[in-house]
């Protein structure tokens, strides 16, 4: 069990930044990967940006050049660095870790509550 707390979100200008950050906790030996998502009301939730436990990265179209994720494995901490925040980036952010894949070539996901990032235009 995984358990996954997102703090960092809040109320932004257009064109400001965040750091969302996510708190792991629980047994993360089979974690393959961490990723931020984010969902809007009616919507499916969507990939923000995903980091393997090698540090591979892979942003969304949306995402790049504009946020970063890392991690900090000595601390168990995920981050997603925002910048240049735009109106359409308003969602909530949820926190995620996916198990490495099975014999079956199954994987589980742990999400956490989320946070809302709100970007006045």
């Known amino acids: 069990q995984v358990h996954l707390v997102e703090t960092g979100g809040g109320l932004v200008q257009n064109g400001g930044s965040l750091r969302l950050s996510c708190a792991a906790s629980g047994s993360m030996s089979n974690i393959g990967s961490f990723a931020w998502y984010r969902q809007t009301a009616g919507n499916q939730r969507e990939l923000v940006a995903q980091?393997?436990?090698?540090?591979?990265?892979n942003d969304a179209d949306s995402a790049k050049g504009r946020f970063i994720i890392s991690k900090d494995d000595a601390k168990n901490m995920v981050y997603l660095q925002m910048s240049g925040l735009k109106p359409e980036d308003t969602a909530v952010y949820y926190c995620?870790?996916?198990?490495?894949?099975?014999?079956?070539?199954?994987?589980?996901?742990?999400w956490g509550e989320g946070t809302q990032v709100t970007v006045s235009s």
């Open positions: 980091i393997s436990t090698r540090e591979n990265t």
């Open positions: 995620n870790a996916r198990t490495t894949p099975d014999s079956w070539f199954r994987s589980f996901d742990y």
